[in-house]
T-cell receptor, first 110, second 113 residues
Framework: DAKTTQPTSMDCAEGRAANLPCNHSTISGNEYVYWYRQIHSQGPQYIIHGLKNNETNEMASLIITEDRKSSTLILPHATLRDTAVYYC???????????FGKGTTLSVSS | GAGVSQTPSNKVTEKGKYVELRCDPISGHTALYWYRQSLGQGPEFLIYFQGTGAADDSGLPNDRFFAVRPEGSVSTLKIQRTERGDSAMYLC???????????FGQGTRLTVV
């Protein structure tokens, strides 16, 4: 079973920041938080991952709370092409597969 | 380089037939994963290879499903005696090793009629 809880859906206006929350209250010390997204009819796309420090790349920022029980994925300037299902996944780093939940459907509108 | 390639992109088969789905991982990636996805659901884990061996096959639903990766590169997912409930998108992913992020192919849409 997925170890994360995400809202079913969210809306965001184009050009605004999209903040997608994720709860992972049972995360253990050696488990990472991964984010993927899936645009309709495509395979999932890797976005970012982190252990306990905040992370940023060209796509997004990942903010992990100090107790690591929740995190937020931030898309700083959402575009229509960011409309997708976003999956938050907790993964033990060494030698395990990604276990997906149902994710959050983000709808970006103009 | 090229991403993960899955063939065919679409496959229609009759109930009871045998099918093979192929996955070409990114060159040099030692870990390979199979998932299936039904409409409106997240991807469901099936099996994970590290090199030639199946490191975790706990997601295979029953003994009609089998996967191989004989040379540690290309993998084939095999489904015997297909059922209509097997209709889904089958996704393959690969990663450099078991600790790094995985990259997905575009999937094979299997329809059992």
């Amino acid at each position: 079973d997925a170890k994360t809880t995400q809202p079913t859906s969210m809306d965001c206006a184009e050009g605004r920041a999209a903040n997608l929350p994720c709860n992972h209250s049972t995360i253990s010390g050696n488990e990472y938080v991964y984010w993927y997204r899936q645009i309709h009819s495509q395979g999932p796309q890797y976005i970012i991952h982190g252990l306990k420090n905040n992370e940023t790349n060209e796509m997004a920022s990942l903010i992990i709370t100090e107790d690591r029980k929740s995190s937020t994925l931030i898309l700083p300037h959402a575009t229509l092409r960011d409309t997708a299902v976003y999956y938050c996944i907790v993964r033990y780093q060494a030698g395990t597969a990604l276990i997906f939940g149902k994710g959050t459907t983000l709808s970006v509108s103009s | 380089g090229a991403g993960v390639s899955q063939t065919p992109s679409n496959k229609v088969t009759e109930k009871g037939k045998y099918v093979e789905l192929r996955c070409d991982p990114i060159s040099g990636h030692t870990a390979l994963y199979w998932y299936r996805q039904s409409l409106g659901q997240g991807p469901e884990f099936l099996i994970y290879f590290q090199g030639t061996g199946a490191a975790d096959d706990s997601g295979l639903p029953n003994d009609r499903f089998f996967a191989v990766r004989p040379e540690g590169s290309v993998s084939t997912l095999k489904i015997q005696r297909t059922e209509r409930g097997d209709s889904a998108m089958y996704l393959c992913a690969s990663s450099l090793d078991s600790r790094t992020e995985a990259f997905f192919g575009q999937g094979t849409r299997l329809t059992v009629v």
